[in-house]
């Protein structure tokens, strides 16, 4: 069966560098997500992606956020200079024509 | 902004028992969905219902939405130690707008 995957599994960062999150969509998928859950807390809706542009986003995708479609088939997210709160598990979701979501494992960030 | 949210509970359940788990939300939404967690790994769909549905089956899980109460419950029967994970529910608003609003989800134990 088809799944998303992300890598990296698990990614180690110091405070204001640069991250790139990346996720291979399942194939033909349309819609493109990222959410994140803080250790302990919900899972927090970031962006939602379509048709190569972001169609929403939360409170919590601010300028240090952005996410894209690079070569058409991975879709990246990138913290330009994270800091500690953004330790998290971030996970990209991708879904077709059905209003099902799949997630990917998931990515554990950990800014120190 | 309008969020599922589960009863707060940590539910320990031996083998073959049923598990119910439930979850409320705000305001008026297209669909409700529960997704399982397994620790530390990605979100598995389990099943999504609709706001003009107020029952559906998939194998041994039962979802009912109650959209007077703005509620819905998860029954899981016969359950398996395999079951062990967080279980969450999450609202989509309205069709188009596809974020998920997840609540806090439930951990359910069961013992061999």
């Known amino acids: 069966e088809p799944e998303v995957t992300q890598t990296p599994s698990h990614q180690v960062t110091q405070m204001g560098q640069e991250v790139i999150l990346r996720c291979v969509p399942i194939s033909n998928h349309l819609y493109f997500y990222w959410y994140r859950q803080i250790l302990g807390q919900k899972v927090e809706f970031l962006v939602s992606?379509?048709?190569?542009?972001?169609?929403?986003k939360s409170e919590i995708f601010d300028d240090q956020f952005s996410v894209e479609r690079p070569d058409g088939s991975n879709f990246t997210l990138k913290i330009r200079s994270t800091k500690l709160e953004d330790s998290a598990m971030y996970f990209c979701?991708?879904?077709?024509?059905?209003?099902?979501?799949?997630f990917g494992p998931g990515t554990r960030l950990l800014v120190l | 902004s309008q969020q599922g949210e589960e009863d707060p509970q940590a539910l320990s359940i031996q083998e073959g028992e049923n598990a119910t788990m439930n979850c409320s939300y705000k305001t008026s939404i297209n669909n409700l969905q529960w997704y399982r967690q397994n620790s530390g790994r990605g979100l598995v769909h389990l099943i999504l219902?609709?706001?003009?549905?107020r029952e559906k089956h998939s194998g041994r899980l039962r979802v009912t939405l109650d959209t007077s109460k703005k509620s819905s419950s998860l029954l899981i029967t016969a359950s398996r130690a395999a079951d062990t994970a967080s279980y969450f529910c999450?609202?989509?608003?309205?069709?188009?707008?596809?974020?998920?609003?997840f609540g806090k989800g439930n951990q359910v134990v069961v013992i061999p």
């Open positions: 979701a991708t879904q077709g024509l059905q209003e099902t979501q799949y």
């Open positions: 992606f379509y048709n190569n542009e972001i169609s929403e």
């Open positions: 999450a609202t989509v608003l309205y069709y188009g707008n596809n974020r998920l609003a």
């Open positions: 219902i609709r706001s003009n549905e």
